[in-house]
C-alpha cells in the first residue's frame, strides 16, 4: 500500500526555519512528481511546493517563494521541505503527496500520511 511519512514539524519562532521529511514506499517514487501540501482547520487545502521526478524544476505558492525549498532523494524515496525566515501565517499542518499533473489540487495518491504540524509564534 502507498505510504506517506512526514515528519520534522514542530513549534517554532518567527523568523525560525525547519526541515521537513516525508518518507515514501509502496510506489515507484522515482517516476512521479512530489509536492508538499499545507492545511489548516476549516481551510483547503493548499500545494505550496512541487518538484519534477528527477528534481530539475521546482515551483512554489508566491507567499513561500524564496523562503521555502524543495528536494528530494529518490535513493531514499524522500522528499524533504527546508522551510526558512518561517512567518505565523505559516502555520499549518504539512502533508506530502504527487500532484496530478499540472493541478494544484487533483493528486495521484487518495491517501495521505499524518501530517507534520508546523506552528510558528512567540
Known amino acids: 500500500q502507498v505510504q506517506l511519512v512526514e515528519s520534522g514539524g514542530g513549534l517554532v519562532q518567527p523568523g525560525g526555519s525547519l526541515r521537513l521529511s516525508c518518507a515514501a514506499s509502496g510506489f515507484i517514487f522515482a517516476i512521479y512528481d512530489m509536492g508538499w501540501y499545507r492545511q489548516t482547520p476549516g481551510k483547503q487545502r493548499e500545494l505550496v511546493a512541487r518538484i519534477t521526478i528527477g528534481g530539475g524544476t521546482t515551483n512554489y505558492v508566491d507567499s513561500v517563494k524564496g523562503r521555502f525549498i524543495i528536494s528530494r532523494d529518490n535513493a531514499n524515496k524522500t522528499v524533504y521541505l527546508q522551510m526558512n525566515s518561517l512567518k505565523p501565517e505559516d502555520t499549518a499542518v504539512y502533508y506530502c503527496?504527487?500532484?496530478?499533473?499540472?493541478?494544484?489540487?487533483?493528486?495521484?495518491?487518495?491517501?495521505w500520511g499524518q501530517g507534520t504540524q508546523v506552528t510558528v509564534s512567540s
Open positions: 503527496n504527487a500532484p496530478a499533473g499540472a493541478s494544484t489540487i487533483a493528486t495521484i495518491f487518495h491517501s
